[in-house]
């Protein structure tokens, strides 16, 4: 599982409705508002809590970014004399999502101004990072931000970060293989965790994403993971999409180079083939030589998949993606 938010125990909190305090001995800062936290990260992988940085103290999100529209960009064609357009692709664009934030009670200007001042180093940077808020905790957004200048009122200032959603989808935190089911909303999950490991030779694979996996054509990450024995050309179909991928092995070629003789060859091997997006690896060397370059796609949904020819373990790892 991949450690996202703080581990912290004293995070800031809103006020509560008893004091555990003796005459202001001991006396811990309570808020009127909930903070929310949010974390940032440039591989997705390792992150940077807000709650985690000494000079953001008392420096928080009080509002975080709401359940965001998608943005579509369609690309038209008129044709001939037909009414109306054609529609010849699709995508999702870029986006713009806020947060808003508040530093209060600080000591003087000069603390004001330095506590701005830590909220901009921590946010705006030239390359573009992950960041996640406790309010969707398994999602994350690919952004890079901007803020409004600070107002003020005495001792205490309030701000608008603005993100831009390069992606414009929301991605899940982890793949399917390391997501965690209890956390999150609206995602599309069903009751029971689904598996994304098998052993049959046809199963249900269940993509809960709003959108197609597609690496091809839409870059999105996918590995199939095939470790076991095949006698010879290994398939592998989506029948839901009707996708299909197949290790045929090379063609054995007479004196004259690129003429076939014998046809396909059986391709039979012993360890694991490893789909990642469309590159095909045998044992960790290039096979995309032994493929007839297909791909595989998962639909939103459930997906029909059928194995010929392979004994062994599959596994499906990919991350998730969603329209909010």
């Known amino acids: 599982m991949v450690q996202v938010f703080s581990t912290k125990k004293d995070v800031p909190s809103m006020y509560p409705f008893l004091l555990p305090t003796e005459n202001g001995v001991g006396a811990r800062k309570y808020y009127h508002y909930q903070p929310i936290e949010y974390s940032i990260s440039a591989d997705g992988k390792t992150w940077n809590s807000c709650f985690d940085v000494p ?6 999100c009080y509002r975080s970014p709401d359940v965001q529209p998608a943005v579509q960009t369609d690309n038209l064609k008129k044709i001939g004399l037909m009414d109306g357009q054609r529609l010849l692709s699709s995508s999702y664009d870029t986006r713009q999502i806020t ?13 004001s101004l330095l506590a701005y001042d830590a909220l901009q180093r921590f946010l705006v940077s030239r390359e573009a990072y992950w960041i996640c808020f406790s309010q969707w905790p398994q999602r994350m957004y ?9 107002t003020f009122t005495a001792n205490s200032w309030s701000a608008t970060v603005t993100f831009t959603d390069l992606i414009g989808l929301s991605r899940s935190i982890g793949t399917s293989l390391t997501y965690t089911q209890n956390e999150g909303f609206g995602n599309n999950m ?5 598996e994304y490991t098998f052993t049959g030779n046809s199963f249900i694979v269940y993509n809960p994403s ?5 690496p091809e054509r839409r870059g999105h990450e996918l590995k199939v993971i095939c470790e076991g024995t095949s006698n010879g050309k290994l398939k592998i179909t989506n029948k839901t999409t009707g996708d299909s991928i ?20 059986q391709s039979p091997f012993n360890g694991t083939w490893e789909i990642n997006g469309v590159r095909t690896t045998l044992n960790g060397k290039s096979d995309q030589m032994q493929t007839d370059d297909g791909v595989i796609r ?6 029909e998949i059928s194995v010929d020819n392979f004994s062994g373990k599959i596994t499906f790892d990919f991350p998730f993606w969603w329209l909010s």
């Open 142 to 150: 690919y952004v890079k931000a901007k803020l409004s200048a600070p």
């Open 190 to 194: 069903k009751n029971a965790k689904p």
């Open 210 to 214: 709003d959108v197609m996996i597609d």
């Open 99 to 111: 947060m808003q934030v508040v530093a209060m009670d600080n000591i003087d200007e000069s603390d």
């Open 55 to 60: 000079e953001l103290e008392g420096v928080y």
């Open 298 to 303: 998962l639909q939103p949904g459930n997906n």
């Open 246 to 265: 197949s290790r045929i092995g090379a063609y054995t070629t007479g004196s004259g180079g690129d003429t076939p003789t014998s046809g396909e060859g």
